[in-house]
């Protein structure tokens, strides 16, 4: 392999890539990006488009809009960037752009100059007149070392993400022998970011060590935590890192196949993928005899059907030889024999996209981040009761209370902290006491949660541990295979237990039943999905035992979310004379008015809705939620009360 | 060669052997649910926990997903495996019905076993169980999913081992469920395996369903007589009935499994219409009556027509010991016969077959499913002998190639590739394959006439053209393959062929391959039949005796004359004819009905017997039961059942063997010896072959395997080329006649459950041949043949050779209207009839 002649055939397409970003600043019009990944489109961010080229069109103003991938700051969308150098302002960040402030925006900045003040986010850039984003906890806490480009560049054009530094790794990957580049992946103490945190590395090498032909590289792509899109995010908003980084795998460990499993259900990733795959291809970045090389990789994407199991590696392997996703005892590990009983490298799609920036700055730059046994970063998709949700990638070791109060903002509403969830459903819940817990592998699987692929759920005091450990074990529960024992039957009636005390029918036995049945499922579980299922329970168990037992001795919902050991009642003090609001939203006509024309609730009828609640004017504030139930004081209704 | 210590026992297991089997070898039986040895391992139940003390793994492990290592220390009992076991247990009886009284599984379920020896009792769970709706599964499967506790054995059976999709699992978590996508009759042969793997009551045996427990059962090993393979089963009966047949595990023939036409094939052992007294001309006698009016009419034909006048019948069903002694029988009285075969050309084919199975040749059933390439040359599995079907698919699964030569429309359950030539082609696109796979050295190496036998086969070329490519490619793959093995029929090929596959197995042989012949044969002792045929005359030219009044009498073993004869006007005329015709069988046949002295004999199930299968193996089949009519036959329903009489009712019936003796006014053997005892010797001095067999109570169970000496100076001698062959017909289409797996079967069609399982009987022809006659698939068709019109629907195939018509030997069918063959059907014969 000539490596002048590789770096010549790179060095022609990064001019190309050069001249076109020149072309494009030379056209000296505003450039509109706008965030059009699922997210953003979830929110609006197709119409948003459509109404910028209206505007134009009406206003006849030439700007160029370029769709771009995924900032995460998910609180803010519809999320987009305007870059209008000709009136000295920064690239200027605008949040919640609807169609009417788009055409604001249009208006006002794109005609006039005026950059409407109140929708801006922030400056991208530091300057003198407006506030940059990078002032704000939200983003200077932030350190993106993957997800850099995201929202940055259009995703399905190559050339952007190559004048942005884009396969340049590759390029010095081909350069180097594999066995020197697995030594760099493996010095660079990269851990696998799908969850168990297995050095890359060191799969890499055991792969490159099997003796076969034909081995395959996977992308996990198989997304299914409740909560958690970072697959997605960088399948729609940066393909080509990933696929830079497959081909930096592939040869490493001599692998000519690689497959990208995504979800069906994520079509834009899928279709973004897809394009990405066929432009590289174009500028033979992949394909056969990469950059003219002897070095040829084929990737195909898959299109998994949903089932939360098939992201366990073996299960994956099964779904892809169109068997049952159902997983298969370890040894023989997939590197030894994998797909189609060849040797196969599965890793996650953030791992992969890791890699690029770490051949490319080189493991120093790398083990800047992080901790020791950590490096790097890791991305975390932050949903539940924080201020500014969203995705964000943070270095190794952060603590969990940074992360949450100040990148994401903290508890809305006055409400207090309570717990999070960290790994989904095999994760676990951690109280308060561990919010100074760095962020690794080793401190969160100490802590009995683990780093899991990184989803992320926080809790306020509104939310029942018990309530939420029934929650993910009906979730474990239903995307069980059925295949073995434990998994299959233990955590249905792990979910019949917990069904049992938030219905207030729950027994001190349950409590010892549970603890065991856990243990059982952990031990005697063929996958990580079983193995990993009782966490939730053991974990609330550990740091919440005081609220089982309320829900079980005293009939009690501490934070009053079951409904069943729940009841609402009026507080005549408070209620007005004549408000009739409470009494139109009830449902069931539960609501009826007392003889002092106040209202009151049969809790014989009540169903627990909440509505009146809700409705009853905030001056008045009289509907009172209570458990026990039996802490409501009871009115009889009059026989002619309605 | 790993060593490993389990329960402080060491030993030595090959590598790759699961910890699970090398407890096996120390006789210690870790449970298990879903672990099988002919399924393999998956992992599913976590019953088999053991606890790792020492080497690479630690701590409790399941025993059947770890191979056994060097260093390893597992414990079974250790208490915190126990312990896990039990708690497994817990967890599959949570769901589980506890429906064991009515359960038909009780009293032999693994649950139920492992249950009570886990000592699980109360349940501590409270919840509601899971339910199911259970399926139609047919007649032979009762489902009943509750007791399910998905160990998956079903499915991987049904899907991986058998290659039927048609049941499999579906839905996830908490509701798998095991069944089909809507009920039905299952499509495989092989369903009644179900029962047998599940180790809980989900698929139960239907025939048997409410019957009784298995202790209730007088259960023995026995054979299976339903084919040539010689499948190993248990039967058993209950008050005078037989009632159930399983599969009995052989480590040479059928391995763990049997085919549902074996183990449902057994209903005319107790079957209501079974003759059980001896008649004379439709009289019911005493049958020391029938013996002496027998040997009278005999006595009175042998004086005045002299002995040959009587000529003897026997069959490729009956047990070594009936053969053997009405050839006895025969030489004594100088009677004509016995014929072993009413087909000519049957005869030779089978006793080519039987000479040429050399030693170094001959493969059992369980070596041919390491077979890495299997050509099978006019042989249709499924129909003929389903559990080869079965081996092939595990060749199959394993890596290896399935090729199969035939006109027929072949199914299997698997990817094989199939070389759809007419019958007179077999021959040349067998030899074209081996010759396009052997070089000309290796031949020479064999001697002049292997050089000049592999000469003789002309080129590539000779094949059709979209042929060439596939058979070149074939034969490149059969030249790196390791354990190469020939499977040949011998009903539908033509003369040669037989002989031809042996030598070219010695060609591929010479190749330094591991190579294998197997042959394929139309009954259950054919071999037996085979080795004791002499040469003397035809089934053909006794007939033509008969007509011309030379021979008087006819003594008929265990056969029925219209089952496989294609003229049945000539029978039923030739009987009018003869002056005596004897009959001995256990079934109501046809030719029972029309014979003037008619005994009853035992069946394989009271007698016993001695079978020879199609590779020669001696097997024994011992006594189930004692026999007599069933008592819910002749109890009428009252109870208790009262028949006034001596000894138990219906018993009349002998071993086939023993009336032959008596007909030929010979003594009888004392009491406890069998026919066997007494005709080893005489076997023996007739044939060197049977020099080294073990008396019958010293057999191995999987028998003796026969090894005919070399016959080298046939081998290479054949000059197949010159045969003449039938050219292309243009006018018409060339009749194969075929059995199918169920309704063409002798013994089989008792079965009242198999008849619901039979296939509607059809014509099968090629596309193009169906186009020039304007048929499509599904039209009913009527065949002008010279005994009368034959209608059946007819399919239409694209996977069987042009110039040919398939017609099943079905019971429903009345193909012995044929009279004549071999036969052309010309075109004008051949008319749709409007419905």
Not at chain 1, 346 to 374: A, D, H, M, Q, Y
Not at chain 2, 311 to 327: D, Y
Request: aromatic content about 8%; overall charge negative; some cysteine.
């Amino acid at each position: 392999m000539n490596k002048d002649d590789l770096t010549e055939r790179f060095a022609s397409i990064l001019r190309r890539a050069d001249r076109r970003a020149r072309e494009r600043r030379n056209e000296a019009i505003p450039t509109i990006y706008i965030v059009m990944s699922t997210c953003g489109l979830a929110s609006g961010a197709a119409e948003t488009k459509q109404a910028f080229e209206e505007a134009l069109s009406d206003k006849d103003i030439g700007a160029r809009i370029v769709p771009v991938g995924c900032l995460g700051h998910c609180y803010a969308e519809p999320l987009v960037v305007i870059d209008h150098p000709a009136t000295g302002f920064p690239p200027i960040c605008y949040h919640q752009v609807t169609v009417a402030r788009a055409r604001r925006l249009v208006r006002s900045y794109l005609e006039k100059g005026d950059p409407v003040f109140e929708y801006v986010l922030g400056a991208l850039e530091e300057n003198d007149l407006i506030p940059a984003v990078t002032d704000f906890a939200r983003f200077n806490l932030e350190q993106r070392l993957v997800m850099e480009h995201c929202g940055r560049i259009d995703p399905d054009d190559i050339y952007q993400y190559i004048a942005a530094g884009g396969y340049s790794g590759l390029v010095k990957a081909l350069c180097l022998e594999p066995e020197e580049l697995i030594d760099e992946i493996e010095t660079s103490g990269l851990r696998g970011r799908g969850g168990a945190g297995f050095p890359a590395g060191r799969k890499w090498r055991l792969a490159s060590t099997a003796k076969a032909d034909g081995k395959i590289i996977i992308c996990n792509g198989d997304e299914g935590d409740p909560g958690a899109y970072m697959d997605r995010t960088i399948l729609e908003s940066n393909p080509h890192q990933l696929l830079e980084g497959l081909a930096i795998c592939a040869y490493a460990v001599g692998a000519d196949q690689a497959i990208v499993y995504v979800r069906a259900e994520y079509p834009l990733a899928v279709k973004t993928i897809k394009g990405a795959i066929k432009s590289a291809e174009g500028v033979a970045l992949l394909g056969s005899t990469i950059l003219g090389t002897t070095f040829s990789l084929n990737v195909s994407v898959f299109q998994g059907s949903g089932a939360f199991v098939c992201g366990e590696e073996t299960a994956l392997i099964q779904s892809i030889e169109g068997k049952r996703g159902m997983p298969q005892h370890r040894p023989p590990y997939p590197v030894e024999k994998g797909l189609w009983g060849r040797p196969t490298v599965v890793n996650n799609v953030k791992t992969l996209s890791s890699v690029p920036p770490i051949i490319k700055n080189g493991t120093e730059w790398f083990r800047g981040s992080g901790t020791e046994t950590s490096p790097g970063t890791a991305i975390f998709s932050v949903v539940g009761n924080v201020k500014h949700p969203g995705l964000v990638e943070i270095a190794m070791g952060t603590s969990l209370r940074t992360l949450i109060f100040d990148v994401c903002g903290g508890i809305p509403n006055k409400k207090s902290f309570k717990a999070v969830q960290i790994g989904g459903p095999s994760g676990g819940c951690l109280p308060e006491s561990f919010l100074d817990t760095p962020i690794d592998f080793d401190s969160l699987t100490q802590a009995g949660a683990m780093m899991g692929s990184g989803g992320m759920v926080v809790m306020d005091e509104d939310s029942c541990m018990v309530d939420v450990a029934r929650y993910f074990i009906d979730f474990t529960q239903k995307e069980s295979c059925g295949k073995c024992t434990f998994c299959r039957i233990g955590t249905r009636h792990l979910l019949n237990i917990l069904d049992r005390i938030t219905n207030g029918e729950g027994s001190e036995q349950d409590l010892e039943l549970l603890g065991t049945l856990s243990e059982d499922i952990k031990l005697g579980s063929l996958c990580g999905l079983g193995e990993t299922a009782p966490n939730p329970v053991l974990t609330s168990l550990r740091y919440f035992l005081d609220e089982y037992e309320a829900h079980i001795k005293e009939n009690r919902c501490p934070a009053h979310k079951c409904r069943a050991l729940t009841a609402f009642y009026i507080d005549l003090e408070k209620c007005a004379r004549g408000c009739e609001v409470c009494v139109g939203c009830c449902p069931v006509e539960a609501i009826f008015t007392t003889r002092g024309r106040k209202k009151a609730i049969d809790q014989k009828l009540c169903v627990k809705c909440g509505e009146c609640a809700v409705v009853c004017p905030p001056e008045y504030d009289a509907v009172l939620k209570v458990s026990p139930p039996e802490l409501a004081p009871t009115l009889e209704r009059t026989p002619d009360g309605k | 060669m790993p060593n490993i210590v389990i329960d402080d026992r060491e030993i030595e297991v090959p590598a790759g052997t699961k910890v699970i089997d090398a407890a096996r070898q120390l006789d210690i039986m870790i449970p298990r649910f879903c672990y099988h040895v002919a399924l393999g391992s998956v992992g599913a139940c976590r019953v088999c926990a053991v606890k790792f003390v020492e080497g690479p793994f630690k701590g409790v492990q399941m025993s059947c997903m770890i191979d056994a290592k060097d260093g390893m220390v597992v414990s079974t009992t250790d208490e915190e495996a126990v312990e896990f076991r039990k708690y497994v247990i817990e967890c599959l009886m949570l769901h589980h019905p506890h429906d064991c009284p009515v359960c038909d599984e009780g009293g032999h379920c693994l649950l139920q076993d492992m249950t009570i020896s886990g000592g699980h009792g109360i349940r501590r769970y409270l919840g509601s169980k899971r339910t199911y709706r259970d399926q139609y599964l047919g007649p032979l499967v009762q489902h009943e999913m509750n007791r399910c506790i998905h160990c998956y054995r079903c499915s991987r059976f049904y899907q991986e081992f058998a290659g039927y999709r048609d049941l499999g699992v579906m839905q996830s978590a908490n509701r798998v469920f095991f069944g089909r996508y809507e009920d039905g009759i299952l499509e495989s042969p092989f369903t009644g395996n179900l029962s047998d793997i599940c180790p809980t009551g989900v698929y139960t045996d239907k025939p048997s369903r409410f019957i009784g427990r298995r202790w209730d059962y007088e259960r023995s090993p026995s054979l299976c007589i339903n084919c040539s393979l010689g499948c190993h089963t248990v039967a058993s009966a209950r008050y005078r009935q037989l009632v159930r047949q399983e599969a009995r595990y052989s480590e040479e023939v059928n391995g763990y499994f049997i085919c549902d036409r074996g183990r449902y094939g057994f209903f005319y052992a107790s079957h209501e219409k079974r003759p059980r007294r001896a008649l004379v001309e439709g009289e019911e006698v005493a049958y020391h009556q029938a013996i002496d009016t027998v040997r009278e009419k005999l006595a009175q034909i042998s004086g005045s027509a002299g002995p040959e006048a009587i000529a003897c019948l026997s069959s490729e069903r009956s047990s070594l010991e009936t053969q053997a002694m009405l050839k006895r029988v025969c030489q004594n009285k100088n009677w004509s016969g016995p014929l072993f075969f009413m087909e000519q050309s049957l005869a030779e084919k089978v006793k080519t077959a039987t000479a040429r199975l050399e030693p170094g040749l001959t493969v059992s059933l369980r070596e041919l499913e390491q077979a890495d390439f299997i050509l099978a040359v006019g042989a249709d599995p499924i129909n003929e002998a389903p559990m080869l079907a079965l081996a092939m698919r595990q060749a199959q699964r394993f890596g290896g190639r399935v090729v199969v030569i035939d006109p027929r429309p072949i199914f299997l359950p698997f990817d094989f590739q199939h070389l759809p030539v007419r019958l007179h082609e077999v021959d040349l696109y067998l030899s074209l394959m081996i010759k396009a796979a052997v070089d000309r050295e290796t031949a020479t190496e064999l001697g002049p006439s292997a050089a000049e036998f592999y000469q003789t086969i002309p080129t590539l070329e000779t094949a059709a053209v979209p042929l060439q490519e596939q058979i070149a490619t074939l034969a490149q793959e059969l030249r790196g393959c390791q354990r190469p093995v020939i499977v040949c029929g011998t009903e539908v090929v033509p003369q040669t062929t037989p002989a031809l596959a042996a030598d070219q197995v010695l060609l591929l042989k010479a190749m330094d391959k591991q190579t294998g012949l197997f042959y394929l044969m139309p009954g259950a002792n054919t071999f037996g039949a085979s080795l004791l045929s002499g040469d003397d005359g035809s089934f053909s030219t006794t007939l033509e005796s008969i007509e011309k009044g030379k021979i008087k009498a006819l003594i008929v073993t265990e056969r029925d004359l219209f089952w496989k004869y294609q003229n049945k006007q000539r029978l039923e005329r030739i009987i009018e004819k003869l002056d005596l015709l004897v009959v001995l069988d256990y079934v109501d046949s046809e030719t029972a009905q029309k014979s003037d002295v008619f005994f009853p004999v035992s069946s394989l199930y009271e007698a016993g017997g001695v079978f020879i299968n199609q590779e020669g193996r001696v097997q024994v089949a011992p006594k189930v039961y004692l026999g007599g009519t069933p008592i819910k036959q002749n109890s009428g329903g009252g109870h208790p059942p009262r028949v006034y009489g001596v000894g138990i009712p219906g018993s009349e019936p002998r071993p086939a063997w023993q009336v032959v003796v008596e007909i030929g006014n010979g003594e009888l053997p004392p009491d406890e010896e069998t026919a066997f005892a007494t005709t080893r010797k005489w076997l023996a001095e007739g044939n060197p072959v049977f020099a080294n067999l073990p008396p019958i109570d010293q057999f191995p169970d999987d028998g003796v395997r026969l090894g005919p000496a070399l016959d080298v100076g046939s081998r290479f001698s054949l000059d197949w080329q010159t045969e003449r062959h039938p050219k292309r017909n243009s006018d018409g289409l060339e009749l194969i006649l075929v059995d199918w797996t169920f309704g063409t079967e002798e013994l089989s069609i008792y079965s009242p459950h198999l008849r619901q399982v039979e296939k509607e009987p059809c014509l099968s022809m090629h596309t193009s041949d169906a186009v020039r006659l304007g048929l499509s698939s599904g039209d009913k068709v009527a065949i002008r043949f010279d005994g009368g019109r034959v209608e059946a629907s007819l399919c239409v195939a694209e996977n069987m050779a042009s110039g040919v018509i398939v017609m099943p030997r079905h019971r429903l069918l009345e193909w012995q209207k044929i009279k004549e063959l071999p036969r052309i059907v010309r075109f004008e014969e051949i008319e749709k009839v409007s419905v």
